[in-house]
């Protein structure tokens, strides 16, 4: 089975504050996310766009990748096949 890869801006809930993030998907569950430089986070297109996806917390987020793991389907750590493997994050 080929995995697919997306990725979205999303809000991320800390107890510093809210702020916009790159979320890193694999079959709708977040795996990981990169934190945005601050002229992206201020676009208005990023910001709209975040909006309407979902608001995620950190132990979500840590939920979500612990799930991964569990299932062995955590593509930063396990070798899948992956359709657009181009859209993983760059170490």
Known sequence: ?????ETEYAWYDT???SKVI???????VPFTFDELP???RNLPEVT??????KRWSTEEMYKSSMYLMM???HPMIYEL??????LLPVD
């Open 1 to 5: 089975m080929k995995y697919q890869i």
């Open 15 to 17: 107890q510093e504050g």
């Open 22 to 28: 790159l979320v890193y998907m694999i079959q709708n």
């Open 38 to 40: 601050e002229i992206a």
């Open 48 to 53: 709209l766009s975040a909006d309407k996806n």
């Open 71 to 73: 299932e062995e389907c």
């Open 81 to 86: 096949e992956i359709e657009n493997p181009e």
